[in-house]
């Protein structure tokens, strides 16, 4: 035997009355062994009643002191006495520490049963419906404060406007260029595969203008932010939820709407027309050198083929759009970050949530733009 | 002469520009309660932490029984670390796991014991703290206080022979902070723990301390140590005594 194992001797006769002595480290690594003795004692041996001796054990840690207790416990329901000899006074005082009445009625305690499934089903179905209430409620009620702040200019906390300004806007405008770029390269590259066959390459700049500015533009920008802002303001308030500041600030006074949430969406609404109209440019750009290079288009035509597509009325209606983007995206942001309550887990849902919400909600506004812009 | 279980050697420790502890000398013996005192802020959380060897020092080793635990490698750290239990001043317990999951998280990792019988360890465990009947609850749902049990609970569910404690009964009823005093002492008795704790509790402190260290956030360093009940009578250090004496300098009273 080991000095890490645990040992045992058995002395005398069922009938009447064993000795067990046993030895080693009654610790957590031998505490299945402990386990199955016991259950070994009380099926195979059937004792009368039951001495265990301590003498020689060399260790013992809370898992042998449970192990004792249900030794106790079983010789008890079995209906014979039990008796522990040679304990120190420290191993006593372990015994102690443990409340067995507490422990025995914990194994007593039936687990709750889960719902089943057409149950779930329903549940996530109304889970469903209550989470669309509550984002039109938010998003309602974000509008009139937006509103009433208006009038009270001065109750808007524009430093923060403007520090979120610089976070969604100027610091998203190289990924906002670039994706954009490429998008028209591609836009040009591939339409004039097309066109080229009919010699309608002079086409290509007025397509790649018209649906960047009707379309792609509002879309690719909104995703974009979506994905960089909306998703950081529902980590931010998340966290905040968290650590019980927004209970602070409740406490202090404060509106958490107003104070996180207004300042926030403000700064969306003010650098999504501006992104927007860069993503447009960038896109164009991108064209204007396939064209250029490409496809024996000249500077001059390019320019000018490109000028007689675009409408005011278009320019007009896609910063219209972005603006709406903006809300729902920075809305939809905070609300997902005000749904945190107290875990960390909830606020990495939450930002996803954010992301994949925001974009769900954009398209369906779109096609809704879609729509009714085709009657005016 | 007693066993050194952990010993601290010249540990200098800098966050930026500030030096927050210089040159700290301590040890810790075998089966002792060192309790850690000291005012707020004056570098007992960052002790604690460098002794566990979560922070590597500016200067200075760490040594617990015999490894040193800054230039350890990983398989020995491993082992040491099964020996060592922590009880972290904001619980730290993992919010996505219920506290029987987190209680079951070292047993499954270091025991490979069975389900039955790692369920029955969880459950004594949470029986000596206090918390049966909470095993499904997630962290989230626990009051401060029943947070700081499950993380006791879980910082001895392998029975370490070295535990760490941070402010363990910070926010804690008077009755449960009793009952966790003697929790203590027992776990110290019964299985001859050596135990570090974080405490600025008096009456914990007489209780279970068998002898304290006090920190200081100007010398950055230990400016007493000894029994407590001597160092309340004999201390020639006002700071110390006033401490002891919960007595507040008299410079405080004048501002007001
Ligand atoms: N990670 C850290 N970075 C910078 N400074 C820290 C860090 N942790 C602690 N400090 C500083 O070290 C000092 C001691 O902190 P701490 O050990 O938490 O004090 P306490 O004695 O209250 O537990 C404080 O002044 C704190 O500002
Ligand atoms: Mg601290």
């Known amino acids: 035997m080991s000095s890490n194992d645990f040992g045992f001797d058995i002395k005398g006769l069922a009938e009447a009355g064993l000795t067990v002595s046993l030895s080693g480290r009654l610790s957590v690594e031998n505490f299945d062994k402990m386990l199955s003795f016991r259950g070994d004692i009380f099926s195979k041996y059937k004792p009368s009643s039951l001495v265990i001796d301590l003498k020689d054990v060399t260790y013992m840690d809370s898992a042998g002191a449970l192990f004792l207790i249900e030794m106790e416990y079983e010789s008890k329901k079995e209906g014979i006495p039990c008796e522990i000899t040679n304990m120190t006074k420290e191993q006593r005082g372990l015994l102690e520490l443990i409340d067995r009445d507490a422990y025995e009625k914990s194994f007593q305690v039936t687990k709750k049963a889960g719902l089943n499934f057409i149950e779930q089903i329903g549940h996530e179905f109304i889970k469903f419906l209550d989470d669309i209430k509550n984002i039109i409620t938010f998003i309602g009620m974000m509008i009139i404060k937006i509103i009433s702040s208006l009038f009270r200019l001065s109750s808007i906390r524009w430093n923060d406007v403007l520090t979120y300004m610089k976070k969604s806007g100027v610091d998203g405008l190289p990924i906002v260029g670039l994706i954009s770029f490429l998008l028209g390269l591609i836009m040009a590259f591939m339409s004039s595969l097309q066109l080229k066959q009919f010699g309608a390459n002079i086409y290509v700049p007025a397509l790649v203008s018209i649906a960047m500015i009707k379309e792609l533009g509002p879309i690719m920008t909104a995703i974009i932010v979506a994905g960089r802002t909306g998703s950081a303001f529902a980590a931010e308030i998340g966290t905040m939820k968290v650590n019980e500041e927004v209970d602070a600030l409740i406490v202090m006074g404060f509106d958490p709407i107003k104070f996180l949430a207004v300042p926030r969406v403000f700064a969306v609404m003010f650098i ?11 896109a164009i750009f991108g064209g204007f050198v396939v064209g250029v290079l490409g496809l024996d288009l000249t500077v001059h035509t390019y320019i000018q ?5 675009i409408k005011i009325f278009d320019i007009i209606t896609s910063l219209i759009k972005s603006v709406t983007f903006a809300v729902l995206i920075a809305g939809i942001g905070c609300h997902r970050g005000f749904e945190v309550k107290h875990s960390a887990e ?3 849902t939450a930002t996803t949530s954010a992301v994949v919400t925001a974009l769900f909600i954009i398209i369906l506004v779109d096609s809704m733009f879609a729509v009714v812009l085709s009657y005016i | 002469m007693k066993e050194i279980a952990i010993s601290v050697e010249n540990l200098t420790v800098r966050f930026g520009d500030s030096v927050v502890l210089n040159n700290i000398n301590l040890n810790v013996f075998k089966g002792e309660i060192l309790v850690i005192l000291g005012g707020s802020g004056c570098g007992k959380s960052t002790l604690l932490k460098h002794m566990i060897g979560l922070y590597e020092p500016e200067k200075g080793r760490v040594i617990i029984n015999g490894i040193d635990i800054i230039n350890a490698d990983e398989n020995k750290l491993r082992e040491l670390r099964k020996d060592i239990g922590v009880l972290f001043q904001s619980s730290a317990l993992i919010g996505s796991m219920t506290v029987y999951e987190n209680i ?3 047993l499954r990792e270091y025991t490979g014991l069975s ?14 703290v206090g918390l049966l009947g909470y095993e499904i609850y997630l962290p989230s749902e626990l009051s401060g206080g029943m947070k700081k049990r499950a993380g006791i609970a879980r910082a001895i569910a392998l029975d370490p022979t070295i535990l760490f404690f941070d402010e363990p009964s910070a926010g804690l009823d008077p009755i449960t902070a009793a009952e966790l005093d003697l929790l203590i002492k027992n776990i110290n008795n019964g299985i001859g723990t050596t135990m570090v704790v974080v405490t600025h509790e008096l009456e914990s402190i007489f209780n279970i301390a068998h002898r304290v260290i006090m920190l200081e956030k100007e010398e950055k360093g230990i400016i007493a140590e000894g029994d407590p009940y001597i160092l309340r009578k004999e201390s020639k250090d006002p700071r110390v005594r006033n401490f002891f004496n919960r007595h507040i300098p008299e410079h405080l009273y004048q501002k007001t």
């Open chain 1, 272 to 282: 999504m027309p501006f992104l927007t109209i860069f993503s447009d440019l960038f």
């Open chain 2, 115 to 128: 389900d039955d019988a790692i369920e029955r360890l969880v459950r004594i465990k949470l029986a000596m």
């Open chain 1, 305 to 309: 083929q490109t000028m007689k597509a």
């Open chain 2, 104 to 106: 079951a998280l070292p």
């Open chain 1, 346 to 348: 909830e606020v990495g």
